[in-house]
Nanobody, 122 residues
Framework: QVQLVESGGGLVQDGGSLRLSCAASGRTFSSYTMAWFRQAPGKEREFVAAISRSGGWTYYADSVKGRFTISRDSATVYLQMNSLKPEDTAAYYC?????????????????WGQGTQVTVSS
């Protein structure tokens, strides 16, 4: 089992940057594929980025490719967000799953953090 706590959200201007962190507790953190999702008001939760157990591969939604970078260390997963746009405004959630398959599917992630709000002003 793993507990996830996000931080780093806030208000930023169009074109700005933020770095989100997701602190994980539990001895088996390294055995989970980790991902970031986001959910804007009135919209479904959507995949943003994922990273493998070892950190050897990453995968991004087309909407954030080239602007966002996911990374991890022994106890934390990060999301560096550059060139932010107003359409990036959402609550951002980190999540963990056991396998490295079907990484974009919300329903397959077992553990979730409480979310952190990111607001990009135009």
């Amino acid at each position: 089992q793993v507990q996830l706590v996000e931080s780093g959200g806030g208000l930023v201007q169009d074109g700005g940057s933020l770095r989100l962190s997701c602190a994980a507790s539990g001895r088996t953190f390294s055995s989970y594929t980790m991902a970031w999702f986001r959910q804007a008001p009135g919209k479904e939760r959507e995949f943003v980025a994922a990273i493998s157990r070892s950190g050897g591969w990453t995968y991004y939604a087309d909407s954030v490719k080239g602007r966002f970078t996911i990374s991890r260390d022994s106890a934390t997963v990060y999301l560096q967000m550059n060139s932010l746009k107003p359409e990036d405004t959402a609550a951002y959630y980190c999540a963990a799953k056991d396998s490295e398959l079907q990484i974009t599917r919300v329903a397959l992630y077992r553990y979730w953090g409480q979310g952190t709000q990111v607001t990009v002003s135009s």
